[in-house]
């Protein structure tokens, strides 16, 4: 995926979070390629959603520098940040959708915000993406309440695509799915990023989402990130990393 | 000949161009065609004319950018004029775009759904009988919830042991003694208006000194306890529902129900129990500020002495006045305790909920406090006290 020119659509430098008195990011640096799928990875609690949160601007870093599409997050405000988020589509861990509102309607929330299109259009938007995601069409006039876990899922990503984003955050996509649901995700996943030639920066605790969807892997263990492609991790000496890699190192990687 | 559809703007804009060649028809695509355009484009799509043609060909070669959006319209299109028995072909799809094009034609098989609210009068009937009917079960329900706490608290009372009394002593000092600040102010000040208002009536007649009897009566038989009431529905009821809707949420009451303990037993009961001896309490410390706040108002404005004042008092008042109102304070609790859990055991597992069902609680247990008064005042009218 790396497609020759390695142009850069998120770079973080020398990122501080603290949360509670603890440090959970040390001057980390991050470039993330245009067109490849990040994976991050960790321990519970080693801040791997609060780097998410803080990339996209729903946490403010005590130090250091965000630049999302070449702009600096955290100076951003106002219409250039609405334009800047126009470009991005978020996917929650439990899909975070309206429950006040159908599936349709959710979908079509972003689009009302940044566009002006009449209603059948919006409509027909809403069918596609339901369509691209892998919903049934009848699932347009359900209530979040209404889906399963791994719909509501699909149905968040549906959401964060409804504007074509440019860049796809995605916070456990897999978390709580069934392993086939979770494979299906995987698959969904990798088979939009090509199509639409997406940007996918996915924080996730599962092995095989990794090796199925990822291009490269930032691992974030004493607060600093490793970052290497799967092959190139399992050889790393962090104990952590070693342990966390051992079965992939023991079933699946062949040149190891 | 050349028609140009659209008006080209020369940095993001997305237009075609439509070209006749006898029976055929060729589209040429230009520009991004993306979100930004679709508004436009969607319009223009619409009015293409193939008039007298056999054949079209949709012409990708000079298309910029292309998203979800703007493949879909295509596609939209071209099943349109297919539907119209005309022969489609694709021409030069960029290798970039091609998984693209593939995936939108691949997922969207079936026509959109048609998405049609119902008119107005339809959902406007719809919802008065919804709503009737929600009305009716409401009722109903809360009926079996209150034989079901009823029963569980006749158990409970034959096995005194397992009455949880950190809980019902925690509930009594959150719904009671913490509600005595904005109690007392409130009855404090309704006393001084009261007091104001009933002596610059009863002056016209000379009988300012009978404001001391308005005040006695009105505060201790009704107002302290619904003050009381009223204060304790906002403050505790919606409380308990929020607490115990927000559980549900969480599925602890689930939890609590597959560890074997009993939901009403362990959650409604201590707060039951605990605001029905707090409700009384509390109604004898608003009557004792309300008639503080009636003594130094008609002080002032009457110059009725503390010892003039007290001395009318007593004279105002009969044997039951003063347990006309009291009585009533433990019923009144019931129903607010009663509601409030009910509603929060009815949350269900999404956002509007707790919001939705606190702000029943209040409203219906306010309604039902009132129903209850005024059903005490034609008991105390038969019984004649």
């Given at each position: 995926m790396s497609a020759g020119a390695a142009e850069i659509v998120i770079r973080v430098e020398g990122l501080v979070t603290r949360l509670g008195g603890q440090v959970l990011h040390d001057h980390i640096d991050l470039d993330v390629r245009r067109g490849e799928v990040l994976g991050v990875v960790g321990g519970s609690g080693a801040g791997k959603s609060v780097l998410l949160r803080t990339i996209v601007g729903l946490a403010r870093p005590q130090a250091g520098r965000i630049e999302v599409l070449g702009q600096d997050m955290t100076r951003l405000a106002g219409d250039a940040l609405r334009l800047l988020q126009a470009r991005w589509g978020v996917l929650f861990q439990d899909g975070a959708l309206f429950s006040g509102q159908t599936v349709a309607q959710n979908i079509q929330v972003p689009l009302r915000e940044h566009t002006d299109l009449p209603q059948r259009l919006m409509d027909e938007i809403a069918a596609v993406k339901l369509g691209l995601v892998g919903l049934p069409q009848d699932a347009a006039q359900k209530y979040p309440s209404e889906l399963s876990g791994g719909m509501r899922k699909r149905a968040g990503l549906a959401r964060a695509l409804a504007l074509d984003p440019e860049i796809l955050f995605l916070d456990e996509p897999t978390a709580g799915l069934d392993p086939i649901s979770a494979n299906q995700f995987d698959e969904l996943v990798r088979d939009l990023q090509q199509s639409l030639k997406l940007t996918a920066f996915m924080v996730t605790h599962d092995l095989d989402t990794l090796r199925a969807t990822t291009d490269r892997i930032a691992v974030l263990v004493d607060r600093t990130l490793h970052v290497g492609t799967m092959a190139e991790l399992v050889h790393d000496p962090h104990p952590w990393i070693h342990e966390y890699f051992a079965g992939v190192r023991a079933r699946a990687v062949p040149d190891s | 000949m050349a028609i140009s559809i659209t008006q080209p703007r020369p940095d993001t804009a997305a237009w075609f161009d439509t070209r006749r060649e006898g029976g055929s028809i060729r589209v040429s695509l230009h520009g991004n065609w993306v979100l930004a355009e679709a508004r436009r484009l969607d319009l223009a799509l619409r009015t293409v004319s193939t008039e007298g043609c056999r054949e079209v060909v949709i012409d990708y070669?000079?298309?910029?950018r292309l998203d979800t959006t703007g493949a879909w319209l295509l596609l939209r299109t071209r099943r349109a004029l297919e539907g119209q028995h005309l022969s489609v072909t694709v021409a030069n799809v960029p290798e970039a775009l091609r998984p693209l094009v593939e995936t939108i034609e691949h997922e969207c098989q079936g026509a959109p759904v048609e998405i049609r609210p119902p008119d107005n009068l339809t959902l406007f009937l719809e919802r008065i009988g919804r709503n009737v009917v929600e009305m009716g079960r409401w009722g109903l329900d809360l009926l079996e919830f209150f034989g079901r706490v009823a029963y569980d608290a006749v158990a409970t009372i034959l096995r005194p042991r397992r009455l949880r009394v950190a809980a019902l002593v925690h509930q009594i000092e959150e719904t009671g003694l913490n509600a005595l600040p904005i109690l007392g102010l409130l009855s404090f000040l309704i006393g001084v208006v009261f007091a104001f208002q009933g002596a610059d009536q009863l002056r016209r007649f000379g009988a300012e000194v009978f404001t001391v009897n308005l005040l006695a009566v009105s505060i201790l038989r009704e107002i302290g306890g619904l003050m009381a009431a009223i204060i304790v529905a906002g403050r505790s009821g919606s409380a308990f529902t929020a607490q115990i809707g927000t559980m549900k949420v969480n599925e602890e009451i689930d939890a609590l129900e597959t560890l074997g303990m009993n939901t009403v037993e362990v959650l409604v009961l201590p707060r039951v129990v605990g605001l029905v001896v707090a409700l009384p309490l509390l109604t004898f410390y608003a009557n004792v500020m309300g008639l503080t706040g009636g003594a130094i108002m008609s002080y002032f404005d009457l110059g009725i002495t503390i010892p003039a004042f007290l001395r009318q008092l007593q004279g105002a008042l009969s044997d039951w006045t003063f347990w006309v109102g009291i009585i009533k304070a433990p019923v009144f609790a019931f129903i607010i305790a009663l509601v409030g859990c009910f509603e929060g055991l009815r949350v269900e597992r999404n956002a509007g909920s707790v919001g939705r069902m606190t702000t029943q609680s209040v409203v219906a247990s306010i309604f039902l406090v009132i129903i209850a008064d005024a059903m005490f005042s034609v008991m105390f009218d038969l019984l004649d006290i």
């Amino acid at each position: 995926m790396s497609a020759g020119a390695a142009e850069i659509v998120i770079r973080v430098e020398g990122l501080v979070t603290r949360l509670g008195g603890q440090v959970l990011h040390d001057h980390i640096d991050l470039d993330v390629r245009r067109g490849e799928v990040l994976g991050v990875v960790g321990g519970s609690g080693a801040g791997k959603s609060v780097l998410l949160r803080t990339i996209v601007g729903l946490a403010r870093p005590q130090a250091g520098r965000i630049e999302v599409l070449g702009q600096d997050m955290t100076r951003l405000a106002g219409d250039a940040l609405r334009l800047l988020q126009a470009r991005w589509g978020v996917l929650f861990q439990d899909g975070a959708l309206f429950s006040g509102q159908t599936v349709a309607q959710n979908i079509q929330v972003p689009l009302r915000e940044h566009t002006d299109l009449p209603q059948r259009l919006m409509d027909e938007i809403a069918a596609v993406k339901l369509g691209l995601v892998g919903l049934p069409q009848d699932a347009a006039q359900k209530y979040p309440s209404e889906l399963s876990g791994g719909m509501r899922k699909r149905a968040g990503l549906a959401r964060a695509l409804a504007l074509d984003p440019e860049i796809l955050f995605l916070d456990e996509p897999t978390a709580g799915l069934d392993p086939i649901s979770a494979n299906q995700f995987d698959e969904l996943v990798r088979d939009l990023q090509q199509s639409l030639k997406l940007t996918a920066f996915m924080v996730t605790h599962d092995l095989d989402t990794l090796r199925a969807t990822t291009d490269r892997i930032a691992v974030l263990v004493d607060r600093t990130l490793h970052v290497g492609t799967m092959a190139e991790l399992v050889h790393d000496p962090h104990p952590w990393i070693h342990e966390y890699f051992a079965g992939v190192r023991a079933r699946a990687v062949p040149d190891s | 000949m050349a028609i140009s559809i659209t008006q080209p703007r020369p940095d993001t804009a997305a237009w075609f161009d439509t070209r006749r060649e006898g029976g055929s028809i060729r589209v040429s695509l230009h520009g991004n065609w993306v979100l930004a355009e679709a508004r436009r484009l969607d319009l223009a799509l619409r009015t293409v004319s193939t008039e007298g043609c056999r054949e079209v060909v949709i012409d990708y070669g000079a298309l910029g950018r292309l998203d979800t959006t703007g493949a879909w319209l295509l596609l939209r299109t071209r099943r349109a004029l297919e539907g119209q028995h005309l022969s489609v072909t694709v021409a030069n799809v960029p290798e970039a775009l091609r998984p693209l094009v593939e995936t939108i034609e691949h997922e969207c098989q079936g026509a959109p759904v048609e998405i049609r609210p119902p008119d107005n009068l339809t959902l406007f009937l719809e919802r008065i009988g919804r709503n009737v009917v929600e009305m009716g079960r409401w009722g109903l329900d809360l009926l079996e919830f209150f034989g079901r706490v009823a029963y569980d608290a006749v158990a409970t009372i034959l096995r005194p042991r397992r009455l949880r009394v950190a809980a019902l002593v925690h509930q009594i000092e959150e719904t009671g003694l913490n509600a005595l600040p904005i109690l007392g102010l409130l009855s404090f000040l309704i006393g001084v208006v009261f007091a104001f208002q009933g002596a610059d009536q009863l002056r016209r007649f000379g009988a300012e000194v009978f404001t001391v009897n308005l005040l006695a009566v009105s505060i201790l038989r009704e107002i302290g306890g619904l003050m009381a009431a009223i204060i304790v529905a906002g403050r505790s009821g919606s409380a308990f529902t929020a607490q115990i809707g927000t559980m549900k949420v969480n599925e602890e009451i689930d939890a609590l129900e597959t560890l074997g303990m009993n939901t009403v037993e362990v959650l409604v009961l201590p707060r039951v129990v605990g605001l029905v001896v707090a409700l009384p309490l509390l109604t004898f410390y608003a009557n004792v500020m309300g008639l503080t706040g009636g003594a130094i108002m008609s002080y002032f404005d009457l110059g009725i002495t503390i010892p003039a004042f007290l001395r009318q008092l007593q004279g105002a008042l009969s044997d039951w006045t003063f347990w006309v109102g009291i009585i009533k304070a433990p019923v009144f609790a019931f129903i607010i305790a009663l509601v409030g859990c009910f509603e929060g055991l009815r949350v269900e597992r999404n956002a509007g909920s707790v919001g939705r069902m606190t702000t029943q609680s209040v409203v219906a247990s306010i309604f039902l406090v009132i129903i209850a008064d005024a059903m005490f005042s034609v008991m105390f009218d038969l019984l004649d006290i």
